[in-house]
C-alpha cells in the first residue's frame, strides 16, 4: 500500500532541510553565523582558531536533520520506503519535542532570564517536533511495514 500524501510530513520534511541548510550555512558562514544562531562563543572562537571540531559538529547535525528529512519525505510518500520508518518518525517526533518542551524547565530554573536563543530555538523545534507529530499520527495506518 503506498502511504497517501501527508501534509503535515511534507512540511515536517522541509522543516529539517531547512534546519539542515541553516547548520550548513553556519559552516560557510564562520564564526559570526554560529554566534548569531547562537551556537556559542567556544564554537565560535574554535572557527575562528581554524579548528575542524565546529565544521565536523554541525555537518553531522546537518546529516541527521538531512535524514530526518528523508524519513518525513517516506512518511508522506514522496521517497521510497525507509527502513523502521513508524520507529524512526516517532524516535525523531520525540526528539524534537523533548528538545522543544526543554524550555519549560529553563523557564522554571530561570524564569523571565532565559537566553533569547533557547527561548525562539525552543518554540521552532517545538513547531517541529508538532508538526511531526500530526504528520506521524495522520499516516500511521500507511505506514505499517509490508509483508
Same mark, same amino acid.
Not at 503506498?2 to 510530513?9: Q, S, Y
Not at 522541509?14 to 547548520?23: E, F, I, Y
Not at 530526518?68 to 512518511?75: D, T
Not at 530554573?109 to 532570564?113: F, L, P, S, W
Given at each position: #500500500? *503506498? =502511504?497517501?500524501?501527508?501534509?503535515?510530513?511534507i512540511?515536517?520534511g @522541509?522543516?529539517?532541510? &531547512? $534546519?539542515?541548510?541553516?547548520?550548513?550555512?553556519c559552516?560557510?558562514g564562520?564564526?559570526?553565523w554560529?554566534?548569531?544562531?547562537?551556537?556559542?562563543?567556544?564554537?565560535?572562537?574554535?572557527?575562528?582558531?581554524?579548528? #575542524? *571540531? =565546529?565544521?565536523?559538529?554541525?555537518?553531522?547535525i546537518?546529516?541527521i @536533520?538531512?535524514?530526518? &528529512? $528523508?524519513?518525513?519525505?517516506?512518511?508522506?510518500?514522496l521517497?521510497?520506503?525507509l527502513?523502521l520508518?513508524?520507529?524512526?518518525?516517532?524516535?525523531?517526533?520525540?526528539?524534537?519535542?523533548?528538545?522543544?518542551?526543554?524550555?519549560i =524547565?529553563?523557564l522554571v530554573?530561570?524564569?523571565?532570564?532565559v537566553m533569547?536563543?533557547?527561548?525562539?530555538?525552543?518554540?521552532?523545534?517545538?513547531?517541529?517536533?508538532?508538526t511531526y507529530?500530526i504528520?506521524?499520527w495522520?499516516?500511521?495506518?500507511?505506514?505499517?511495514?509490508?509483508?
Open positions: #500500500m *503506498t =502511504p497517501a500524501r501527508n501534509p503535515a510530513l512540511v515536517g @522541509l522543516l529539517s532541510v &531547512a $534546519a539542515s541548510l541553516l547548520h550548513i550555512g559552516i560557510i564562520g564564526p559570526d554560529y554566534r548569531f544562531f547562537g551556537a556559542g562563543e567556544a564554537m565560535a572562537t574554535m572557527a575562528e582558531q581554524g579548528s #575542524m *571540531t =565546529p565544521t565536523l559538529l554541525t555537518l553531522g546537518a546529516a @536533520l538531512a535524514i530526518w &528529512a $528523508a524519513y518525513a519525505f517516506s512518511g508522506a510518500g521517497l521510497p520506503r527502513p520508518l513508524r520507529t524512526g518518525l516517532v524516535v525523531i517526533t520525540v526528539i524534537y519535542l523533548l528538545r522543544g518542551l526543554a524550555l =524547565p529553563a530554573i530561570n524564569g523571565a532570564n533569547p536563543f533557547i527561548l525562539w530555538s525552543s518554540l521552532i523545534v517545538l513547531v517541529y517536533g508538532l507529530a504528520g506521524t495522520t499516516a500511521w495506518p500507511h505506514l505499517r511495514p509490508r509483508r
